[in-house]
């Protein structure tokens, strides 16, 4: 058993703790129990994620007298809508959760965000515990109380900051993670040392494999490293006015390859950042901000972990250059008609930049798309 880290995200009255570690669902109604006003938690979650935990949650509650129900929603992202909040927001009426209780999100992003967003609207507010599933919802959606749903208009164009009051981050259940999940969330752990911590890519560089591999002690120490680093970007910036903005490093390229791809299983959101961490580089080396080297090494990386890191991965087919820049128009970060792009000097060292030529990013699309050619 590796030991249990306690990341603090200093929010003031809305401040938590992300506790990291091995056998945590076991322990969670210790964990919970302090932070409830009566012994009786909610627990929304989605069917695959019921059948793998939820007896484990529910045992582990029990174990401190705390009663529990429960709400599986269907899985996959299609969930994460109208429908989908409607039929949570009502299983939290129907299940009685009052103001003052608890409920609890079991599962990966999707469930994080549409569990987050219940419990921000259910009776104006209601508190939660995010206990994330998946590498990237461990290392990224569920903290920082970003929660939403998507419209037809696009992803998370709905949603509120919200806090969790806990996030119980077990490492053992990445172990029920398929690799292709894994590795799409380990997209996100990358992304840290790439916008903030070239130290840490380093040692990803080193260590990335066996932590793939299922090495426990190595997943805690990349999933506290990237806890820590979210943790003090949201600290100092809760609702997105400036640096945490660096945490959407490789994604206004990914935002476009998710609907060129239709959001579908053709590509994965970790393996979007992943490959727009890399064409991100490749952009800051057009400009001349950075070494024309560190695209080639962030690219290594990824293809020594075996994730995609070029357009050319991604099977079916694309559009071109010209439509994937209009996708990124669609992009929720345009400001006043401005693509705005996170942008790095090195790796570790990463900046907004509004001011894109368009000309150069045209070039860069059109070499990274003539790799599928
Ligand atoms: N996932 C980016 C953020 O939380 O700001």
């Not at 999933?223 to 490093?249: H, Y």
């Not at 820049?325 to 790095?344: E, H, S, T």
Request: glycine letters at 12%; aromatic letters at 4%.
């Amino acid at each position: 058993m590796t030991q249990i880290d306690h990341v603090h995200v200093p929010l003031g009255e809305r401040a938590y703790d992300v506790v990291i570690g091995q056998g945590l669902l076991a322990q969670a109604g210790a964990l919970i129990r302090p932070h409830l006003h009566r012994p009786r938690a909610a627990i929304l979650t989605e069917t695959r994620v019921a059948g793998l935990h939820l007896e484990a949650l529910q045992a582990g509650l029990q174990a401190s007298d705390i009663a529990s129900s429960a709400h599986a929603l269907v899985p996959g992202e299609a969930t994460k809508g109208w429908a989908g909040l409607a039929e949570a927001v009502e299983w939290l009426l129907d299940a009685k959760v009052e103001r003052r209780d608890m409920v609890i999100a079991l599962g990966g992003g999707v469930i994080g965000d549409l569990g987050g967003f219940a419990a921000a609207v259910l009776r104006r507010g209601v508190r939660f515990v995010q206990i994330p599933t998946s590498l990237l919802a461990q290392v990224d959606s569920s903290v920082g109380g970003k929660t939403g749903i998507n419209t037809r208009h696009g992803k998370n164009l709905v949603g509120a900051f919200h806090q969790p009051s806990l996030v119980l981050a077990d490492i053992d259940l990445l172990d029920s993670l398929p690799a292709r999940d894994f590795l799409a969330g380990y997209g996100e752990v990358v992304k840290y040392g790439l916008l903030g911590d070239a130290a840490f890519f380093d040692w990803l560089e080193v260590n990335g494999p066996a932590l793939a591999r299922g090495d426990k002690a190595l997943r805690q120490h990349a999933v506290r490293v990237s806890v820590e680093m979210k943790a003090g970007i949201v600290a100092r910036d809760e609702t997105e006015q400036g640096e945490r903005a660096l945490l959407n490093l490789g994604h206004t390229f990914c935002h476009a390859l998710e609907a060129a791809t239709g959001y579908s299983d053709r590509l994965l959101h970790g393996e979007g950042v992943a490959i727009g961490c890399a064409l991100a580089f490749d952009l800051s080396a057009r400009m001349g901000l950075c070494a024309q080297e560190t695209p080639g090494r962030v690219r290594a990386h990824l293809r020594a972990m075996g994730m995609k890191a070029d357009l050319a991965d991604i099977p079916g087919d694309l559009p071109g250059p010209e439509a994937l820049i209009a996708l990124m128009g669609q992009d929720k970060k345009v400001q006043d008609g401005r693509l705005r792009f996170i942008l790095a000097r090195e790796i570790g060292d990463a900046f907004v930049c509004d001011d894109v030529p368009e000309a150069l990013l045209g070039e860069v699309l059109h070499d990274a798309c003539a790799t599928r050619c």
